[in-house]
């Protein structure tokens, strides 16, 4: 072992000692070899890890490597830009459906860029409504969830208190109950409501839609495949709830469409029964009254369970006497009663839509007369 002796440029005077082996210091460039021993230049400033190469490019890289983004931070971005696409959609969808809904509560009639009066027709039928509630109100709290789960998993601070697992996984039910209805309604528009147009129905399916898929492809196929059950289960209830609420409605005629349809009285072939005489008369009695129109498949049907006999008692309101024209209305009294589709009835002050038969009339009415045989 041989002294090392190097010298510092600072204000010490004092060499350090260090029992090194010279041939053990091949990364001290600087030494040289003066009379047995190694001195380092005065122009070194020794410290702890003095005379030891740079960074080698190896470590560069690594650093470099470091400050790079993460898989994990490029796809939390991806996600974030994602809900933030899902609050803006749900966001138009819930202004177009709170003025849908604001419009339905204050019976005003709406601005309809494309269809005329179409959009006042289809706004104030009976399929405007579900199971009693206005559907612009149901609209506006499905968009209303999703803009705050939107918000809430693109990071954005709302008073919702749902984990992001929760979050996601609730979106997926929601938007496709969402889409599933929107479908059902563009099919009971072209089938229910023939010649009637409706703007805001369309841009709302196209939104429905639209966060359907987006939310989709969120998932993806994989992951997807765990949780279908849950989207399909929920579509399948919506559809059932809207198939249950619309099915005793009867087709809606547009009064902006241009038709000419002259009146003509409908004739009655069944007979009445002692039993649908007694309810009729008892209906009558206590100011019951059924509003249809001549051109009502419904309001014929609901005739024929009465019988020629009964109709002839109840007290029956004909809503277009003068036939169907373009801009021509239903009659003041139909009108008053604020109608949503045929035959309506009004029994006890309370608006009954649809088609009843006639046990469910009388329950409704009060009617109980047990010495009249409904057979007969």
């Not at 709302?204 to 839609?209: D, G, K, P, Y």
């Not at 898929?213 to 495949?225: A, C, T, V, Y």
């Not at 009695?285 to 019988?307: D, L, N, P, R, T």
């Not at 109608?339 to 009415?365: D, H, R």
Request: glycine share 8%; hydrophobic share 40%; charged share 15%.
């Amino acid at each position: 072992m041989q002294t090392i002796f190097l010298s510092s440029p600072s204000a010490s005077p004092s060499p350090l000692h260090l029992s090194v082996p010279l041939n053990r210091l091949p990364f001290f460039p600087s030494l040289h070899k003066l009379n047995g021993t190694a001195t380092c230049r005065p122009r070194l400033s020794l410290l702890p890890a003095m005379c030891f190469p740079g960074p080698t490019r190896d470590a560069q890289k690594s650093d470099d490597k470091q400050n790079l983004p993460t898989p994990s931070s490029l796809s939390s971005s991806s996600n974030s830009s994602t809900y933030n696409w899902i609050a803006g959609l749900a966001g138009l969808g819930f202004v177009e459906t709170a003025y849908l809904t604001y419009l339905k509560f204050s019976n005003t009639e709406p601005f309809c860029p494309v269809g005329g009066g179409s959009c006042s027709d289809v706004l104030n039928s009976g399929y405007a409504m579900v199971l009693g509630v206005p559907l612009p109100l149901i609209g506006m709290t499905a968009y209303g969830l999703v803009l705050l789960l939107g918000l809430k998993l693109g990071g954005w601070k709302v008073p919702l208190k749902i984990n992001s697992s929760d979050g996601r996984l609730l979106l997926l039910p929601v938007s496709a109950s969402m889409a599933a209805a929107s479908g059902y309604f563009l099919y009971t528009l072209a089938t229910r409501l023939e010649g009637a147009s409706c703007s805001y129905c369309l841009a709302s399916a196209i939104l429905s839609f639209s966060l359907f898929f987006i939310i989709l492809k969120d998932f993806g196929l994989q992951e997807l495949q765990k949780v279908v059950t849950l989207p399909l289960l929920t579509a399948a209830i919506v559809l059932g709830v809207l198939n249950t609420s619309y099915s005793s409605l009867s087709p809606v005629l547009p009064r902006s469409a241009a038709l000419d349809l002259p009146y003509y009285p409908t004739l009655i072939i069944s007979g009445s029964s002692p039993y649908a005489i007694s309810l009729a008369q008892h209906l009558k009695s206590i100011g019951a009254k059924m509003y249809g129109a001549f051109w009502c498949s419904h309001c014929q049907e609901q005739k024929e369970m009465f019988g020629s006999e009964a109709m002839k008692i109840l007290d029956y309101v004909e809503c277009f006497p003068d036939g169907v024209k373009k801009g021509i209305k239903m009659v003041p009294a139909c009108n008053e009663v604020g109608i949503e589709g045929f035959p309506t009835w009004v029994i006890n002050g309370e608006v009954l839509s649809g088609e009843k038969t006639l046990e469910e009339l009388a329950e409704i009415s009060g009617f109980r007369n047990e010495k009249v045989n409904q057979s007969n």
